[in-house]
């Protein structure tokens, strides 16, 4: 578990901002700025990330483009271990495998390059946010192609109501501010 009290949730859920109404109309954008603007806060949530996964052999973490990279980065620092980038069709300049997964209305490709990890390693995955769990279940299914092991999946904001949990069954999820 992680090891946050009550109020280190309120102080950090307290610096995320709800804009109604984008990228389009019905969606509650959870908007993490201010928190990052803060840097005891944006220190705050890194170190409670990164804590659980301490001493568990964790080599790799990943994180996803864009906001993915703001969280994972530090948090593979903290772990001493690399940091991964998994990004949109087209964005790696070196050879990558691919994983096309669906979202609400159509689908997306993620890559990842060949390379990026060795058979057997240890992958924390990182993203901002857990909505539908569609990217986080495609990046898993990546760190698979490449013969890792998904240790967890760790994610600062947890959308309980769009169950991506469900989505990510058999993969150990946490996430620090659940709504
Ligand atoms: P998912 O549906 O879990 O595949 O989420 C897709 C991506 O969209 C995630 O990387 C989130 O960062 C982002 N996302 C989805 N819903 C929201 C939201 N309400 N507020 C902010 N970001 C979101």
Redesign the pocket.
Known sequence: MMNATAADIETLKAAIRDVPDFPKPG?????ITPLLNDTALFGRAVKLLAEPYKGRGITKVIG?EA??FIFAAPVALELGAGFTPVRKKGKLPYKTVSVTYD??YGQDTLQIHEDALAPGEKVLIV??????????RGVCGLVEKLGGKVEAVAML?E?GF?N?RGRLSGYPVESLIKY
């Open positions: 969606i509650m954008f959870k908007d996803m906001r993915g979202l609400e993203d901002d946010v857990l909505a539908t769990g569609g990217t986080a904001i959308l769009l991506g």
